[in-house]
T-cell receptor
Framework: QKEVEQNSGPLSVPEGAIASLNCTYS??????FFWYRQYSGKSPELIMF????GDKEDGRFTAQLNKASQYVSLLIRDSQPSDSATYLC????????????????FGKGTLLTVNP | GAVVSQHPSRVICKSGTSVKIECRSL??????MFWYRQFPKKSLMLMAT?????????EQGVEKDKFLINHASLTLSTLTVTSAHPEDSSFYIC?????????????FGNGTRLTVT
């Protein structure tokens, strides 16, 4: 069973702080890694994606991938109350049928609350 | 780019009726689309994989006769909830990525909130 594990939270940080969200995955052959943000009652919105080991930065967001440790994280700098949401980690496994058929395996999400 | 449009955003129907939800990729072609369901405060659950020109692949435990999926073209997939009951009330979300980009991110529609009375 391919799994993606996240701490369900809630993770509470003060405004302006760095929020650190973590995710581990069981399939060592996983190929692509995504972070989605989901506000209550809304559909998921892509925040970051990363394919290679190391860091990838986009504005206030940094995704970090360590394939040896099967670990992916999301850092949010200068956290804002508008960042309060559930953050979903998703992974494309090694085998998925090819072409467009690669399913994403989602974690259950971490609820982040940024306090003003 | 990579916009997925879903319609309707909200629907209320009576028990026993059927409801059709449309999912369109607006600026790309999608051989495959994915349908999810999400209950309040629960995680996303993949229901089925919609395949253009062929039968959908359903996840274990999902009734294929109740949730009919048709992927009529490279930009349109529909989910029909047949003989809806109150327990089918949920948030249904479709997603897709451009054809041939199997490792690219999935892009989600805005979802359809179904309430069965």
């Amino acid at each position: 069973q391919k799994e993606v594990e996240q701490n369900s939270g809630p993770l509470s940080v003060p405004e302006g702080a760095i929020a650190s969200l973590n995710c581990t995955y069981s399939d060592r052959g996983s190929q692509s890694f995504f972070w989605y943000r989901q506000y209550s009652g809304k559909s998921p919105e892509l925040i970051m994606f990363i394919y290679s080991n190391g860091d990838k930065e986009d504005g206030r967001f940094t995704a970090q991938l360590n394939k040896a440790s099967q670990y992916v994280s999301l850092l949010i700098r200068d956290s804002q109350p508008s960042d309060s949401a559930t953050y979903l980690c998703a992974v494309t496994p090694r085998l998925g049928g090819g072409g467009s058929n690669y399913k994403l395996t989602f974690g259950k999400g971490t609820l982040l609350t940024v306090n003003p | 780019g990579a916009v997925v449009s879903q319609h309707p955003s909200r629907v209320i129907c009576k028990s026993g009726t059927s409801v059709k939800i449309e999912c369109r990729s607006l600026d790309f072609q999608a051989t495959t689309m994915f349908w999810y369901r999400q209950f309040p405060k629960k995680s996303l659950m993949l229901m089925a994989t919609s395949n253009e020109g062929s039968k959908a692949t359903y996840e274990q435990g999902v009734e294929k006769d109740k949730f009919l999926i048709n992927h009529a073209s490279l930009t349109l997939s529909t989910l029909t909830v047949t003989s809806a009951h109150p327990e089918d009330s949920s948030f249904y979300i479709c997603s897709a990525r451009p054809s041939g980009q199997g490792l690219a991110p999935l892009h989600f529609g805005n979802g359809t909130r179904l309430t069965v009375t």
